[in-house]
């Protein structure tokens, strides 16, 4: 299935518009049964068990909802964690800030488009960059210069992803049986199109000689990216 890149209604609709907020909620449902949350948290206690003040970058962050239900995974061991969620919209969820403050996480919003906020970091900022559901979202070129960012700014960079085969593509069409609203059952067929098969993200990785680059289906419907660089 040849793979295809079209405007999602979620990113361009207004943050407080009751169409982006449902759709929103139904992401928390979907990321929840595909367990994107607990897969990303056990990749996070893997790929930074060594690490002593651990700083998150997570891209396309949305209302921080997805990296709060990592978080909230990872109680009692991170404390102390800091991590910075950008998007482009400001879609925040105001409450998170005293739910993140409990679990002993510093966390802070960055409203910019992502490649012009990686631009203005300085080289190995951050421990990880993250991202749910996000890279799908580009054309190629576009792409291949985000991987170059998160690059030049992580030693680790993990990504889940949709998998663009036949499964996800039939279940894509079928989310208004599980109460989906209708942005999220346009997004959702439109999201499996643009996602990825085999190793179509480590191909476009800058740096293949000094990076450990993982990439494999996970579940029934997701695609995994890791980029981990070599000591």
């Known amino acids: 299935m040849e793979r295809i890149v079209l405007p999602e209604l979620l ?24 367990r994107h949350p607990r897969i990303m948290a056990r990749l996070l206690q893997t790929y930074l068990a060594d690490a002593d003040a651990r700083h998150i970058v997570e891209l396309g962050a949305g209302d921080g909802h997805f990296l709060f239900s990592v978080a909230k995974r990872l109680r009692g061991q991170w404390s102390g964690a800091k ?10 969820d105001p409450q ?5 403050k409990h ?9 910019a488009e ?13 421990d990880a960059v993250i991202s749910n559901l996000f890279f ?21 960079v993990i990504a889940l992803e949709p998998r663009r085969t036949w ?18 059952c346009h997004d959702g067929h439109i ?11 480590s191909a476009l990785w800058p740096d293949q000689q000094n990076w450990e680059l993982v990439e494999r289906p996970v579940g029934l419907f997701s695609h995994l990216f890791v980029a981990r660089r070599k000591e």
């Open 11 to 34: 990113d361009v609709l207004p943050p407080q518009d009751q169409s982006a907020l449902r759709s929103r909620r139904d992401l928390r449902r979907l990321n929840a049964w595909m």
């Open 96 to 100: 998170l800030a005293g739910a993140f």
């Open 136 to 156: 799908h979202q580009f054309e190629t070129e576009a792409l291949a210069e985000m991987l170059r960012l998160t690059a030049r700014s992580a030693r680790v």
């Open 83 to 92: 991590a910075s969620l950008v998007d482009q919209l400001n879609a925040l």
């Open 167 to 184: 499964l996800p593509r039939i279940c894509g069409r079928l989310l208004w049986v599980i109460g989906c609203g209708p942005v999220t």
């Open 114 to 126: 992502a490649s012009a906020w990686l631009r203005q970091t300085s080289p190995m900022a951050t």
């Open 191 to 201: 999201s499996v199109r643009a996602g990825f098969a085999g190793r179509e993200l």
């Open 103 to 111: 679990l002993g996480w510093e966390v802070r919003a960055e409203v």
